[in-house]
């Protein structure tokens, strides 16, 4: 992979001008191999890897918590396993949902996999069987985004278009907590103690819930239009929002923070009449950050300096999520165009 340096930005060129014919294996990986005898940085078996097999728009895809595995989820209604060394070889698929899968996350432990579908279910997986073990059936129409807690007891928070977002414990039957809003809710994400819960949707503002008090007792305005992601930051002490702006913002979310909580502007990634609900990401050590972008490129950010680090082409499809891996220099992005690459950076 080329850096290209232009305008003082430095933009990596990932397939070169168009997209390499790749020989594809049915539901395997297959790569593109770099000439110019870089210095590899990851262990992926080519610096740029192709994951082929979903049937039609893959609108999600998580790293696991170690990092060898990849889950991805598609409007084909599948949430397919990758292996992310090697081949990058699909080895399960998890099958269910009755309709197309928008958002997925690993439990802490990287054991269950939480699913949100249009549908209107809630699902979650064991990994190592790819068995359901939870169907939760309380909303009455699409879920669009769900966040598993990351301490204390097993709870996961969804968000739908039914305008509520809801508070699950995998250990029980039925919503514990239901948080009414008068909007669509279109992105959910819990805080780091596990205490709050931050719900995003088409009124472009951030709530955030205390689950004692089951009320709203921030309102984070900024987003000019529907926030489409939402991610915590490794640290716990911000939150990444994406919105239909066409902007990514980053929330000082510490209990002292003064009362202008947007902290982050950054831009040059775009939403388009398609609306999806294109996500976003931190890197494990918070450095950077990451959107999905309708005009199919993976975009990522120095969150220091707000400049565009990285700008990669690859896909031929609205970029809908793009992940960095846990602890090697890899980005991991999925787009409409069926496909998921993964690139050393």
């Excluded at 294996?25 to 000439?35: I, K, T, Y």
């Excluded at 698929?93 to 802490?108: E, F, M, P, S, Y």
């Excluded at 068995?131 to 909303?139: G, S």
Aim: glycine residues 10%; hydrophobic residues 30%; contains cysteine.
């Amino acid at each position: 992979m080329q850096a290209l340096h232009r305008d003082g930005e430095s933009s990596l060129s990932l397939m070169g001008p168009r997209p390499m014919e790749l020989s594809t294996a049915p539901h395997g990986g297959s790569h593109a191999s770099r000439s110019n005898g870089k210095q590899r940085t990851s262990n992926l078996e080519s610096p740029i890897m192709l994951l082929t097999g979903h049937q039609s728009a893959v609108y999600t895809m998580k790293f696991n918590p170690t990092g060898n595995v990849i889950a991805s989820g598609s409007h084909d209604r599948e949430i397919f396993l990758w292996n992310v060394h090697g081949e990058c070889k699909n080895f399960m698929v998890l099958k269910g949902h009755k309709n197309a899968i928008l958002d997925l996350q690993w439990t802490t432990d990287g054991s269950q996999i939480i699913s949100a579908s249009a549908d209107k279910t809630l699902r979650a997986w064991d990994v190592e069987t790819g068995k359901q073990i939870k169907r939760m059936a309380e909303h009455s129409f699409c879920v669009n985004s769900c966040c598993p807690s990351r301490r204390g007891p097993p709870l996961a928070v969804s968000g739908s278009d039914d305008g509520t977002a809801k508070l699950w414990d995998l250990r029980q039957r039925g919503a514990i907590q239901t948080f009414p809003d008068k909007y669509q809710i279109t992105a959910v994400g819990f805080s780091d103690a596990s205490d709050k819960i931050y719900s995003g949707g088409i009124d472009n503002n951030v709530k955030v819930w205390d689950l004692r008090r089951n009320e709203v007792t921030m309102t984070l305005e900024g987003h000019q239009d529907t926030i489409t992601g939402m991610q915590l930051s490794p640290d716990g002490s911000y939150l990444l929002t994406n919105g239909m702006d066409s902007t990514l913002r980053i929330w000082d979310m510490r209990p002292y923070a003064p009362q202008n909580r947007c902290v982050k502007v950054m831009d040059g990634h775009q939403h388009n009449f398609e609306q999806n609900l294109l996500k976003c990401g931190w890197s494990p050590d918070g450095s950077k950050v990451t959107a999905g972008s309708a005009d199919r490129m993976v975009y990522i950010w120095d969150t220091t300096t707000r400049r565009i680090l990285y700008k990669l082409p690859g896909h031929t499809g609205s970029v809908n999520e793009c992940c960095f891996h846990p602890n090697e220099p890899i980005i991991g992005s999925c787009g409409s165009d069926k496909q998921i690459y993964l690139g050393e950076i």
